[in-house]
T-cell receptor
Framework: DVKVTQSSRYLVKRTGEKVFLECVQDMDHENMFWYRQDPGLGLRLIYFSYDVKMKEKGDIPEGYSVSREKKERFSLILESASTNQTSMYLC??????????FGSGTRLTVV | RKEVEQDPGPFNVPEGATVAFNCTYSNSASQSFFWYRQDCRKEPKLLMSVYSSGNEDGRFTAQLNRASQYISLLIRDSKLSDSATYLCVVNRAAGNKLTFGGGTRVLVKP
């Protein structure tokens, strides 16, 4: 089974802090994605990557950046955390056009 | 109009009954369709892909209607463990990005 591992299950950060969310997958998938999930808004795509060092903006990239230096690792960076970035963050990976496998999520609270 | 729309529910279902619900999508060029299941405070998990000819996996049946741009999920002989939110997922025409519906909540009661 593909495993997608997110480094933290729960995080509490202060407003203005730089926050790093890490995601690692172990099945050599080319595609990796970062979503956030909020009540009433569903899952929204922040950034995605089809290959190493490649990244593309999703639907809500503002306030975020990403890094993919190795195929298995895709990091989401909150440059200066704000309270409206309090959310559940989900990383996913996929092979070609097959369905995604998600990590277990990171629940981030910005105070 | 949202790209993928679902009735949020909840659908209250007696144990053992059959429940069915639909999802509509707006992009006629979409190629791949999936149903995911999400339990409370957990990540979504792939339930099944949806093929043009329709497909079945145990008690679950998925159908695709391209002409009317909707997919459906039917659950037979509902179990208490089927209680979850079911997410309709459609790929965008370009690339491997998937768009998620808001989910349909199903509650199976004894």
């Amino acid at each position: 089974d593909v495993k997608v591992t997110q480094s933290s299950r729960y995080l509490v950060k202060r407003t203005g802090e730089k926050v790093f969310l890490e995601c690692v997958q172990d099945m050599d998938h080319e595609n990796m994605f970062w979503y956030r999930q909020d009540p009433g808004l569903g899952l929204r795509l922040i950034y995605f990557s089809y290959d190493v060092k490649m990244k593309e903006k999703g639907d809500i990239p503002e306030g975020y950046s990403v890094s993919r230096e190795k195929k298995e690792r895709f990091s989401l960076i909150l440059e200066s955390a704000s309270t409206n970035q309090t959310s559940m963050y989900l990383c996913a990976s996929s092979f070609r056009q097959r369905g995604y496998t998600f990590g277990s999520g990171t629940r981030l609270t910005v105070v | 109009r949202k790209e993928v729309e679902q009735d949020p529910g909840p659908f209250n279902v007696p144990e053992g009954a059959t429940v069915a619900f639909n999802c509509t999508y707006s992009n006629s060029a979409s190629q791949s369709f999936f149903w995911y299941r999400q339990d409370c405070r957990k990540e979504p998990k792939l339930l099944m892909s949806v093929y043009s000819s329709g497909n079945e996996d145990g008690r679950f049946t998925a159908q695709l209607n391209r002409a009317s741009q909707y997919i459906s999920l039917l659950i037979r002989d509902s179990k208490l463990s089927d209680s979850a939110t079911y997410l309709c997922v459609v790929n965008r025409a370009a690339g491997n990005k998937l768009t998620f519906g808001g989910g349909t909540r199903v509650l199976v009661k004894p």
